[in-house]
């Protein structure tokens, strides 16, 4: 990929003087990082993340989460509850239970442990209505769009209410059905075409169209 | 029947340092993480790929790195003779050596307790499966976004009627005198897989070994190449794409 | 004990470098030279061969049984070689019981090729009535204890049961086998020898010790025969050779197999 006096970023290593990409994706130069984003990829939890995770099974202490990558999650009782508790089983699947879909953030991960989930800031907690579309995880930055100009355009043509999890998950919640349909339409299509320029006019189009049609 | 003739020509045409027809698709299945489909000769091979992901059975997992694990089967209907489906002593000598030509080339180190899968499907052989399911397989782990050191590529190189010849196809691998299939880390050029059936002399051997691995070589372009096919769009309009989201950043 | 085997021990890794810096190793040894190596036939007299042959504290024991059945469809004027290995529990804490594993199967085959390739054996004259009925040559491997080298070991033992083994003369007649009262050795007629060069670091060294193999990046057996022809290769571990590393140990290899051969089968009357 290059030679020099550069330091290695992401989906990259070094041997030597010579930098090469360990992935499949597009290279890029920043200062003097030179990096790759990836075209393909599992999803790897970083702290500060916001995942959507579904509960797969109960333990003492929290709940074993889904969240589409090579680890389970956890999401201790201590960050549900946000108070020290009894915690006996009936008592957690009152609140969450096996296939309950909730909007998390990473706390922690890292080599020796599994990545750890919080629900207790504002704008997560468990997921009660809506639609869930599962995407790969490396087109989630184009989803958001420049400055977050791709989700404000989504939100602002249908009406509905997109959370987006960093793990490829994105939870769309509209008035009705429609609205919802159309959005999910919209974030496939962007996912399929995320290489193509123009694309936040053509999705623009996209939903004009659809309005247009319905009413 | 000599499988060489006086002028050098082989039963299928090819002289002695051709490779047979290659076609190669990556991306093929939707299910799995990473896929690959290659035709060599007559051989059609099917490589999935699924991870890094929970290992299971959980005891199994490693504490330091990926758990990289790798089937070889052959479909019943692959061979002249049908084959019992249950996995035979062939089948789990070539899944090690084929894992162990691979495993090399992936970061394992970055995904501790995982693990990473490689089913690899002949459904047709034709000689050289081996070489060919290798060849395959990096570029579905490369799909799958695996990421590499290198891309290992895999060719054979043998003795048929007393010439040295490379890429065996069925007929020479069963004839001939000597079949040395082997693997690559193109970038280094140090060899991954080595295996040798026959018997060559010394001299020979190292002859068949840098015959083959030329061929190594020659594959290797038509990986890069496959993998330029399934994402060339991206890597042509990424400049363009940037200017265009500042352009419409700026405007709103 | 918690089984700690699979994990080695970072110090050793450190000791086995420096050693090798100055061409010496765990044991002493040089970087190619054999351990001690002991071989004895004839133990089983319920087989038809047999031989225990020890390399250092590798022990290996193969028994040679022959038994009549069908020729391979492919092959109807020939006897039928088949190979087995078996790692058994005793042999090491890191071997379990069960059905064969990768392991156990690659060393039945590796071993399998080099007699086979090397046509070790002349299975044209195990031909009883061809399509139909030939004699059954089973060659099985019994590790019975593993300090490492298995292959060459138990490639050695194989070679020298093969060769001592004894079946009564026979002859054909109206399609069946006729036994004689005289006991004759089996046709054979090379004598492949396996060796396993290790690399660890930049050094080749040969017949790895278990200690050592913990600190192996990769292994190469090459079987040779009588003539110095390589009839077997079989990279293993999951390290990179380079082609000096392959060209160097086929060399040594060659070498080796002749010291091997003249050691263990010289003084048998064959």
């Known amino acids: 990929m290059a030679e020099g006096d550069y330091s290695a970023g992401k989906n990259t290593y070094r041997e030597g003087n010579r930098f090469y990409a360990s992935l499949v994706g597009l290279s890029n130069v920043a200062g003097r990082t030179i990096y790759v984003v990836a075209l393909r990829g599992c999803y790897m939890p970083v702290p500060g993340d916001i995942a959507i995770g579904k509960v797969i099974d109960l333990r003492l202490g929290g709940w074993i989460m889904d969240i589409n990558a090579p680890y389970a999650a956890i999401l201790p009782t201590s960050e549900a509850f946000g108070r020290m508790f009894n915690s006996r089983k009936d008592e957690m699947t009152d609140f969450l239970d096996v296939g309950d879909l909730v909007v998390a953030k990473v706390v922690a991960f890292d080599r020796t442990r599994d990545p750890v989930l919080t629900i207790r800031e504002s704008g997560l907690g468990k997921i009660s209505e809506g639609h869930i579309v599962k995407i790969n995880p490396t087109k989630i930055p184009r989803v958001i769009g420049r400055r977050g100009s791709m989700i404000g355009l989504l939100q602002k043509e249908t009406g509905c209410h997109i959370t987006i999890g960093q793990n490829g998950l994105i939870l769309v919640s509209g008035k009705n059905p429609e609205d919802e349909a159309a959005a999910i339409r919209a974030i496939h299509t962007i996912e399929q075409e995320a290489h193509t320029t123009g694309l936040t006019d053509k999705i623009a189009q996209l939903l004009k169209e659809k309005k247009v049609i319905e009413h | ?252 | ?270």
């Not at chain 2, 090399?104 to 180190?109: D, H, K, L, M, V």
């Not at chain 3, 319920?46 to 049984?65: C, F, H, R």
């Open chain 3, 1 to 270: 004990m918690t089984a700690s085997y699979g994990v080695a021990m970072s110090i050793k890794r450190k000791r086995i470098d420096e050693l090798l810096v100055q061409e010496k190793r765990l044991d002493g040894r040089g970087l190619l030279d054999y351990r001690m190596i002991k071989a004895e036939h004839g133990l089983i007299g319920k087989a038809n061969g047999s031989a225990l042959v020890s390399i250092g504290n590798t022990k290996v024991m193969v028994g040679v049984k022959i038994e009549t059945g069908t020729p391979f469809p492919d092959t109807p004027n020939e006897g039928v070689l088949a190979v087995n290995a078996e790692l058994v529990p005793l042999a090491s804490p890191s071997f379990e019981p069960g059905p064969p594993n990768e392991d156990s199967i690659e060393l039945a085959r590796v071993v399998d090729r080099g007699i086979r390739e090397s046509k070790a054996l002349d299975t044209a004259k195990l031909c009883i009535l061809p399509g139909k009925k030939a004699f059954i040559v089973f060659v099985d491997i019994y590790v019975l204890d593993h300090d490492g080298n298995l292959f060459d070991t138990s490639a050695l033992a194989a070679i020298l049961a093969l060769s001592t083994a004894k079946m009564k003369q026979f002859e054909v007649s109206n399609g069946e086998v006729v036994f004689k009262e005289d006991w004759v050795s089996l046709p054979v007629r090379k004598h492949p020898i396996e060796v396993t060069m290790a690399k660890i670091g930049d050094r080749l060294v040969v017949d790895p010790s278990l200690e050592e193999e913990s600190a192996v990046d990769a292994e190469v057996i090459l079987a040779i025969d009588d003539e110095g022809n390589v009839c077997a290769t079989q990279k293993t571990k999951i390290g990179t050779l380079t082609v000096k590393d392959i060209v160097d140990s086929v060399k040594i290899a060659q070498t080796k197999a002749d010291e091997l051969r003249a050691k263990v089968l010289g003084g048998l009357s064959q």
């Open chain 2, 1 to 252: 029947m000599p499988l060489v003739n006086d002028l050098g020509l082989r039963l299928d045409g090819r002289k002695y340092d051709e490779l047979r027809p290659i076609k190669i698709e990556v991306g093929t299945l939707e299910k799995a993480d990473g896929s690959a489909y290659i035709e060599w000769g007559k051989n059609r091979i099917l490589v999935a790929v699924y991870g890094p992901r929970e290992v299971h059975p959980r005891h199994l997992a490693l504490p330091d790195k990926s758990l990289f694990r790798c089937r070889y089967h052959m479909a019943p209907f692959s061979t002249e003779e049908r084959k019992n489906p249950a996995p035979s002593r062939r089948e789990v000598e070539l899944s090690k050596v084929i894992r162990e030509a691979v495993e090399p080339a992936i970061f394992t180190e970055l995904f501790p307790r995982t693990g990473i899968d490689v089913f690899i499907e002949v459904l047709q052989s034709d000689g050289g499966t081996r070489c060919a399911g290798i060849t395959a397989t990096s570029l579905a782990l490369a799909d799958a976004g695996v990421p590499l050191r290198d891309l290992v590529v895999a060719c054979a190189a043998g003795k048929a009627s007393g010439q040295i010849v490379m890429d065996l196809s069925d007929i020479e691998d069963q004839k001939g005198e000597a079949d040395v299939p082997v693997a690559i880390s193109p970038r280094t050029g140090e060899v991954t897989l080595l295996q040798m059936d026959g018997i060559l002399s010394g001299e020979e051997y190292e002859r068949a070994l840098n015959l083959a691995i030329q061929g190594c070589k020659m594959v290797h372009e038509l990986q890069k190449e496959a993998l330029r096919t399934k994402y060339s769009v991206a890597q042509a309009e990424e400049e363009e794409l940037e200017k265009a989201e500042e352009e419409e950043a700026t405007q709103k």
